[in-house]
């Protein structure tokens, strides 16, 4: 259980806190589409899958250190 903390950061917490005071308002207001919304906002950091923006839309770059060569054009007419 240690380690599955290790990975979680301001934004994460920030999430499933909020997920959960979506479900307790949705019960308060008996609200049951806030409660659905809040459940899934509140398993999204809990599983770590995350919206667009996240890590899981990210691209990868390539790690290589050669260099390209100048490229030379020649006018044609």
């Not at 934004?11 to 499933?16: D, F, G, K, T």
């Not at 599983?47 to 020649?74: A, M, R, V």
Request: aromatic share 14%; charged share 15%; net charge positive.
């Amino acid at each position: 259980m240690k380690n599955y903390f290790r990975n979680w950061n301001f934004m994460r917490l920030l999430r499933l806190a909020m997920g959960i005071l979506i479900i307790i308002q949705g019960f308060m207001d008996n609200q049951w589409m806030f409660v659905a919304l809040g459940g899934l906002f509140s398993l999204m950091p809990l599983l770590n899958i995350g919206y667009c923006g996240t890590s899981s839309c990210s691209t990868s770059f390539p790690k290589s250190n050669k260099k390209t060569d100048e490229i030379t054009y020649e006018e044609v007419r």
